[in-house]
């Protein structure tokens, strides 16, 4: 089993997986926006619980979006998890 990583680890590891996402030509752009929106709420200097609740809104939103390749949507629901696991 891995060792259990400090919560500010755990965000900057959900932030290279959302910019992974992002980078991906097949996702529409109004998700890559939404996408950039979570990752500079996670960049943000406030209390982290704040953050994961602001983040998981937004990626609750993204995965509403029907544009979207089911692959990317199992991403999103991937980074959910993670989030959900930090606080």
């Given at each position: 089993?891995?060792?259990?990583?400090n919560v500010a680890e755990q965000i900057e590891?959900?932030?290279s997986i959302l910019r992974e996402v992002g980078?991906?030509?097949s996702v529409p752009r109004n998700v890559k926006l939404k996408i950039q929106q979570t990752i500079a709420?996670?960049?943000?200097?406030?209390?982290a619980s704040i953050k994961v609740?602001?983040?998981l809104h937004f990626?609750?939103?993204i995965a509403d979006d029907s544009n979207?390749?089911?692959y990317t949507r199992t991403q999103i629901w991937?980074?959910?998890?993670?989030?959900?696991k930090v606080c």
């Open positions: 089993m891995a060792p259990k990583h590891e959900i932030i980078d991906d030509p709420n996670l960049e943000e200097k406030t209390e609740n602001k983040a990626l609750d939103e979207m390749e089911p991937n980074v959910v998890s993670l989030l959900e």
